[in-house]
C-alpha cells in the first residue's frame, strides 16, 4: 500500500528511513532507541509496507547525517520488520516485540465498538456463528466483553467462550472481514484498518470470566465442565491463585489453614509476596506458626514444581470450600481484604 498522507509522524519518518537503509545499518540505528520505542517504530513499519518514492524522499531529507544510498527502497511489513527486529535484539528477544506489537495492534479494527453499549453489541452479533463473536469479543476490553458475554443465551454464551479459550491465530484478512461487515451493519464511516495476527486463549476468558457476576461465572464453568473438563480446570485454576488468599476474609483464612497441612503449607509460602506471609502467619495460632517456622527453617532449594503443586492443593481447598459456600472469595472489582 502506497503511502499518500502530506505528513507523516515522527514516528512514520524514522520508519520510512529505517526502510530505505540495509538491515545491518538499520539495525545499529534501532538499537539507539529503547525497546518501548522500537516497537511503536516496528508497527509503522508493519502499516506502511510500501511507501511512495516522493513520500520517503521528503522524510529522509530530515536525516542530513544519513548517507542516503541511489534510489529508494520500497521495503515495509511484517517480514521485513521481523528480520529487522532480530538483527537488532536477537531472534528471543525480536519475537517478544513481535508479540507485543501484535498486541497493541490488535483490536484496532473494533475500534469502532468502544462506545457500543452492551445492548447495541448483542443486537449486533445477533445471527453470528460463536466463533465470530468469540473473535469480536477477544479483541474487546474485558471490562467491555463481560456484559456481552454474560448477555447471552446459555448454550451460545458456553460456546463463546469455548471458542475463545480456543482460539488460535486469525489472519488479517479474516479480521479485517468481519469488521468491515459489523461496521457496514453499524453504519459506521471509518475506513478500516489493517491488524496483526491475534490471539485467543484461556487468559482473555478468565479475564473476561472475573468481570462477570457469580451466576455467570458459575454457569459458564458448569457449561465448560460438560464440554471440555480439562478446559474448565484450567480456566478455573486461573481465576484463583495461591495470592488469591488475601482476598479472603480473616475467619474464612483460618478455616483454609485447618485443613493445610503445614508441611504443605510451608512450602507454598516459598518465595511468596509479602502479604500473602502475612497473612497466613496472622491467623495462625502462635504454636502452629511455631511448627511453621521450624518447616520452613528446615526447607532446602525447592523445585518449582514442587511449590507450584503445593499452591495448587491450597487452591483446590480455597475452591471446594467456595463451592460449599463455607467462605467467600471477593471477585474483581470488589474491595480486597488484607490483613
Known sequence: MNAVAEALTGTQKVAVVLMNMDQVRAAEV??????????????????????????????????????????????GGRDFAAGLLEATFGSERAAGVMNRVASSMAGKSFEFLDTAEPGQMRTLLDGELPQTIALVLAHLRPEQASPVL??????????????????????????RVVADTLKVRAGAVVASRETVEVVGGVQPLVEIINRADVSTERALLEGLELRDPELAEEVRSRMLTFADIVKLERKDVQQVLRGIDVAVLAIAMKGSLENVTEVIRTNLSERNREILDDEIANLGPMRMSQVEEARADIVRAIRNLEAEGSITVQRADEDEYVY
Request: charged fraction near 30%.
Open 30 to 75: 534501532l538499537k539507539q532507541f529503547s525497546e518501548a520505542e522500537a516497537e511503536e517504530i516496528t508497527a509503522e513499519i508493519i502499516r506502511l509496507r510500501r511507501v511512495d518514492p516522493t513520500v520517503a524522499e521528503r522524510a529522509i531529507a530530515e536525516f542530513h547525517e544519513i548517507t542516503v544510498k541511489g534510489g529508494w527502497n520500497a521495503r
Open 150 to 175: 454474560a448477555g447471552l443465551d446459555d448454550s451460545l454464551r458456553t460456546d463463546v467462550a469455548q471458542c475463545i479459550a480456543t482460539m488460535g491465530t486469525a489472519t488479517p484478512e479474516a479480521v
